[in-house]
C-alpha cells in the first residue's frame, strides 16, 4: 500500500464548489477504486475502474465523476451536486491476485 | 448483488482472550474474502484473506476460517493485546463481480489491559 498516494490530506471546500481529489499509484495495478467513509461507518463504493479509459458507477456516485486517462492516476471530482460531501475518502488498488490496498485518505469538510 | 453482513458490531475482550468475528455473504460465487484493520484517522489495512479453495488460513495469532456452505467466514484473533484495538471489516468479492468488494459493516473491536 506504501505505493498509493493521495492528495492532499485534508481538503476544505465551499458551498457550491469542484474540488478535485488525487489519487497515484506505482504498483502497476489495473483495477482503482474510490470509497467514502462517514464517521464510525463503514466503507461505500462510489466509483471503479478496471482498465484504463473505462470506469463504472459503484453504490453511490451520484454527486462524484472520475477519469482514468492514466494507468497511475484515478482522480475523483466532487462536484456541486454533492450536497453532503463531508467525508473520509479513500482510493484503493487491486494486484493479479485481487488483493486490495489502500492510500491515506482525504479528509474533505464543506465550510 | 453481493450483500456482507458482520457481527457483532462492537466486542469488547480482555486481554489475552480470543475475538471472533463472523461475516455472512449471499453470493455463492464469491471466491475471496479479506479482512482488513482501521485504526482511527488511518487507511485500511490487509491483514489476512482466505480464497474458496481453502477452508483455514493462519498467520501468528490470526486466523480465518471460511465455510463456503454456510455461506459465512471468520477471523479469530488469540492472545489478544491493546494494539489489537481498531475497527476490522470483512469483504467479499468474485469474478462475475468483477471482482470489486462489498464491505461487512464493521466490527469496533476494544481490548481492555
Known amino acids: 500500500d506504501g505505493g498509493i498516494t493521495q492528495s492532499p490530506k485534508y481538503l476544505f471546500r465551499k458551498e457550491g464548489q469542484n474540488v478535485t481529489l488525487s489519487c497515484e499509484q506505482n504498483l502497476n495495478h489495473d483495477a482503482m477504486y474510490w470509497y467514502r467513509q462517514d464517521p464510525g461507518q463503514g466503507l461505500r463504493l462510489i466509483y471503479y475502474s478496471q482498465i484504463v479509459n473505462d470506469f463504472q458507477k459503484g453504490d453511490i456516485a451520484e454527486g462524484y465523476s472520475v477519469s482514468r486517462e492514466k494507468k497511475e492516476s484515478f482522480p475523483l471530482t466532487v462536484t456541486s451536486a454533492q450536497k453532503n460531501p463531508t467525508a473520509f475518502y479513500l482510493c484503493?488498488?487491486?494486484?493479479?491476485?485481487?488483493?486490495?490496498?489502500f492510500g491515506p485518505g482525504t479528509r474533505l469538510t464543506v465550510l | 448483488g453481493e450483500n456482507v453482513e458482520q457481527h457483532p458490531s462492537t466486542l469488547s475482550v480482555q486481554e489475552g482472550d480470543s475475538a471472533v468475528i463472523k461475516c455472512t455473504y449471499s453470493d455463492s460465487a464469491s471466491n475471496y474474502f479479506p479482512w482488513y484493520k482501521q485504526e482511527l484517522g488511518k487507511r485500511p489495512q490487509l491483514i489476512i484473506d482466505?480464497?474458496?479453495?481453502?477452508g483455514e488460513k493462519k498467520d501468528q495469532r490470526i486466523a480465518v476460517t471460511l465455510n463456503k456452505t454456510a455461506k459465512h467466514f471468520s477471523l479469530h484473533i488469540t492472545e489478544t493485546q491493546p494494539e489489537d484495538s481498531a475497527v476490522y471489516f470483512c469483504a467479499a468479492s468474485s469474478r462475475a463481480a468483477g471482482n470489486k468488494l462489498t464491505f461487512g459493516g464493521g466490527t469496533r473491536v476494544l481490548v481492555k489491559p
Open positions: 482466505i480464497r474458496s479453495n481453502v
Open positions: 484503493a488498488s487491486t494486484g493479479r491476485y485481487n488483493e486490495q490496498f
